[in-house]
């Protein structure tokens, strides 16, 4: 995975970065574009399974998201907690998936 992620970093820099002055000023958009992106296996974005949904890539403004909840932090943080430990549970559980699929492969 951490070779994947270097040559995908790598293939950004060579597509929005035209020398090596404007290199900096690209890396914020190219790890935007990393988060953002699924990974094969899993199906799911680094961004999606730290904050439970997908990157709110939207205009200024927008963010999409739509989640009833009570009005108070506890229970917004409840909602949270929920969400993403039934998200880490599917994670690791593909996994597990992935895992027994490329055993029986070899």
Known sequence: MAESA???????LR???TDD???EDQLPLIAMCVRATPQIDLQ???YHVIFGRSMPINAPGETGLAIKFGDTQESWFCHLCRELRR?????KNRKEEI???QKNCL
């Open 6 to 12: 270097v040559k995908k970093l790598s293939t950004l």
């Open 15 to 17: 597509v929005y970065s």
């Open 21 to 23: 002055i404007t290199i």
């Open 44 to 46: 799911l974005s680094p």
């Open 87 to 91: 998200l880490h549970d599917a994670v």
């Open 99 to 101: 895992k027994l699929e």
